[in-house]
């Protein structure tokens, strides 16, 4: 069974900076698939980012693109998701995953149990 545990969420004002992590623990983290998502109230869950499986890649939304970078070390089984210039719409939930591919929600086995980013104008 893999657990994900997410800490670094907040409160900040538009335009600081928040860095997330996601830290796995139960399975070998390298080898899957793994992103980040969110929610806003009363939207669906949406990609941000995530690695394809291995990790060779990484693929981001359009709307955080050049703002938002995630990586990952495998040493400490954990993964980040470095977000600058914050934008009140980016006020989220924001969940890491395992096991799944790309931006396809549905494939995702594994979860966290999410972190709250509120961004203030």
């Known amino acids: 069974q893999v657990q994900l545990v997410e800490s670094g969420g907040g409160l900040v004002q538009a335009g600081a900076s928040l860095r997330l992590s996601c830290t796995a623990s139960?399975?070998?983290?390298?080898?899957?698939?793994m992103g980040w998502f969110r929610q806003a109230p009363g939207k669906e869950r949406e990609f941000v980012a995530g690695?394809?499986?291995?990790?060779?890649?990484?693929y981001y939304a359009d709307s955080v693109k050049g703002r938002f970078t995630i990586s990952r070390d495998n040493t400490k089984n954990t993964m980040y998701l470095q977000m600058n210039s914050l934008k009140p719409e980016d006020t989220a939930v924001y969940y890491c995953?395992?096991?799944?591919?790309?931006?396809?929600?549905?494939?995702?086995?594994?979860w966290g149990q999410g972190t709250q980013v509120t961004v203030s104008s």
């Open positions: 995953a395992a096991g799944g591919v790309g931006a396809i929600r549905t494939t995702y086995d594994y």
């Open positions: 139960g399975r070998t983290f390298s080898s899957g698939g």
């Open positions: 690695f394809s499986r291995g990790g060779g890649s990484t």
